[in-house]
């Protein structure tokens, strides 16, 4: 698939040849690349709906998203770095590339932290660049549903000032909770999909500048999403 993973779709058995069709059972497992250790799930089987107006049929079962999942996470993915720029590569999670396109309308420093929480402009009075690391502690959740599918991550975001030396100091931890969802279509012969976010939570896990109340971070984040990020990434 790329650098970080890598998909075994040999046969599971041997093709089962009718009158008017040929069905295939692909194995469709996603590995972290070079790491072929077995995945957390369990296969469930499923069959593909009986129709014949199309010339192929190809179904993909809410395993192999599980793969998928576990071997990004296995790769670490899901482990992203925000400061002037993009620091790390590929990015799996819907729910991050959110938050790192909403990080984008910003500049982000001490200063615009400050403006929404009292405690960091108190500690730190000077503005400084802050740089933002965003980790996912549990592999995410893809749940296939009828004509959409869910994501749901658990993650930690560490926020710290950027030292005119270079080193970081560390502000506050926070835990997040996303669930994004993409509903699917077709439209103009081509597959299209519109995201929405059902839910974005956070909770300070711990802080070097005080104690502070985390809704109104958590609200301003979720307003921009709804309203910015996710109309602009569906419009394209």
């Known amino acids: 698939i790329d650098d970080l993973a890598e998909v075994d779709y040999s ?7 009718f ?9 469709g497992i996603v ?12 296969a469930a089987p499923f069959t593909i709906p009986d129709q ?15 793969t998928s999942s576990f071997a990004y996470y296995t790769a670490g993915a899901f482990n992203i770095t925000i400061a002037e ?7 799996l999670s819907f729910s991050f590339l959110f938050f790192l396109q909403t990080c984008s309308y910003f500049n982000i420093s ?11 402009a108190k500690y730190s009075v000077t503005p400084y660049p802050v740089m933002l690391k965003l980790t996912a502690t549990e592999i995410p959740i893809i749940s296939l549903e009828q004509d959409s599918f869910t994501v749901e991550i ?19 931890t926070m835990n997040m909770a996303a669930n994004t969802s993409i509903a699917l279509n077709i439209f103009d012969q081509k597959l299209v999909g519109s995201l929405c976010l059902n839910r ?30 996710i109309p602009s990434a569906n419009g394209k």
């Open 11 to 17: 046969l599971n058995s041997l093709p089962a040849v």
């Open 19 to 27: 009158r008017q069709f040929i069905d295939l059972d692909l194995k």
């Open 31 to 42: 590995y972290p690349a070079g790491n072929y250790t077995g995945s957390p799930y369990v």
């Open 52 to 66: 014949s107006d199309s010339m192929l049929y190809l179904a993909f079962s809410e395993y192999f998203f599980q």
């Open 85 to 91: 720029e993009v620091k790390s590569g590929k990015i």
């Open 110 to 120: 001490t200063e615009i932290f400050g403006s929404i929480i009292p405690e960091v």
């Open 154 to 172: 658990q993650g930690s975001m560490e926020v710290f000032a950027v030292l005119p030396d270079s080193t970081t100091q560390l502000l506050f």
């Open 200 to 229: 974005l939570q956070f909770s300070l896990a711990h802080s070097n500048v005080g104690f502070f109340e985390i809704s109104l971070l958590e609200n301003i984040l979720s307003y921009i999403l709804q309203t910015e990020v």
